[in-house]
């Protein structure tokens, strides 16, 4: 089945150790998104890739990043967690940016940070 | 500003009996609407979505969704719940016109289902 794909589920870092979370798909589709849910808080966008054009939420710090180097994956890199950092982070595609299409989530990875 | 209200952090039901959880938006126009539901380790997964015409809209799993635009509500409902509808439920905003596919989201609704 085409599906959107995190790896890994359970990341547990130390504070200051850069991290990096992946994201396969499968669906071929155009846009990947990044996500970040903390516990009992709505997801919040990061950034997203439309192809190969990167677009930064204007709130989002300097210690995330991202690298997508082909269609079907997407990395978000953590350059200096922070405890303050520790979320679920959710990785999501459509097959365009306009909102008549529907997002696909992967199942996320939950990033401890000790 | 744009924002989007679940009032309800968490709603316990009987199997069988009627759901609706609320949600509530904050939007100069009328926005794109969704509702997401998470399963425990899961990603989200879409349910239904709003963006014009008949304001009842029919979803998966049995659940629909109807938009007031006097009330800047879209709750969501189901006749009968089942066990499996144990879940948190987001809704989900959209900004009608932005190029960007930003989804402002609610804090999510945590529905537990009594046998």
């Known amino acids: 089945d085409a599906m959107v794909i995190q790896n890994p589920r359970y990341q547990v870092t130390q504070f200051g150790k850069p991290v990096t979370l992946s994201c396969s798909q499968t669906l071929n589709h155009n846009v990947m998104y990044w996500y970040q849910q903390k516990s009992s808080q709505a997801p919040k966008l990061l950034f997203h890739y439309y192809d190969k054009d990167f677009n930064n939420e204007a709130d989002t710090p300097d210690n995330f990043q991202s690298r997508r180097p082909n269609t079907s994956f997407c990395f978000l890199d953590i350059r200096s967690p922070g405890l303050g950092d520790a979320a679920m982070y959710l990785c999501?595609?459509?097959?365009?940016?306009?909102?008549?299409?529907?997002?696909?989530f992967g199942p996320g990875t939950r990033l401890t940070v000790t | 500003a744009q924002s989007v209200t679940q009032p309800d952090i968490h709603i316990t039901v009987s199997e069988g009996a009627s759901l609706e959880l609320r949600c509530n938006y904050s939007y100069g126009a009328t926005p794109y609407l969704f509702w997401y539901v998470q399963s425990p380790g899961q990603g989200l997964q879409l349910l239904l979505k709003y963006f014009s015409g008949d304001t009842l809209v029919q979803g998966i799993k049995g659940f629909e969704a109807e938009f007031k635009r006097s009330q800047s509500s879209f709750n969501l409902r189901k006749p009968s719940v089942h066990w499996s509808d144990a879940a948190e439920y987001f809704c989900?905003?959209?900004?009608?016109?932005?190029?960007?596919?930003?989804?402002?989201f609610g804090k999510g609704t945590k529905l537990s289902v009594k046998p």
């Open positions: 999501a595609t459509s097959t365009s940016r306009g909102l008549n299409n529907e997002q696909y």
């Open positions: 989900a905003m959209g900004r009608r016109g932005g190029s960007q596919g930003n989804l402002i």
